[in-house]
């Protein structure tokens, strides 16, 4: 069972930046690909970034491309979102999720292939 918990989010200015992380309590966080997805009021959950379990691999969501970064700590066992440049449309609750991918995958975009979920933790931009 792997636990995951968001935490970062928050209100901030158009133009704003902001960090997201997500805690996994598992000692194989190393096997793990790792993504966010996020979800606003009367949408469907959107992919919005996701990372290989070594790293070497990762992939945006066309909305966010050139001003979202995410990026792991193996030893932390921690998956982070640096958003940057952020606009009102980026208001959502913001999920981190884990999979254990399958032989050949490096990162999935569907989140029906995602095994483990956090809470969300919201992320609201004012303009």
């Known amino acids: 069972q792997v636990q995951l918990v968001e935490s970062g989010g928050g209100l901030v200015q158009a133009g704003g930046s902001l960090r997201l992380s997500c805690a996994a309590s598992?000692?194989?966080?190393?096997?793990?690909?790792m993504a966010w997805f996020r979800q606003a009021p009367g949408n469907k959950r959107e992919f919005v970034a996701g990372?290989?379990?070594?790293?070497?691999?990762?992939y945006y969501g066309d909305s966010v491309a050139g001003r979202f970064t995410i990026s792991r700590d193996n030893i932390k066992n921690t998956v982070y979102l640096q958003m940057n440049n952020l606009n009102p449309e980026d208001t959502a609750v913001y999920y981190c999720a884990a999979d254990l991918p399958k032989p050949g995958t490096l990162v999935t975009t569907g989140e029906h292939e995602y095994d483990y979920w956090g809470q969300g933790t919201q992320v609201t931009v004012s303009s």
């Open positions: 598992v000692r194989t966080f190393n096997t793990y690909a």
């Open positions: 990372l290989s379990l070594d790293d070497s691999f990762w």
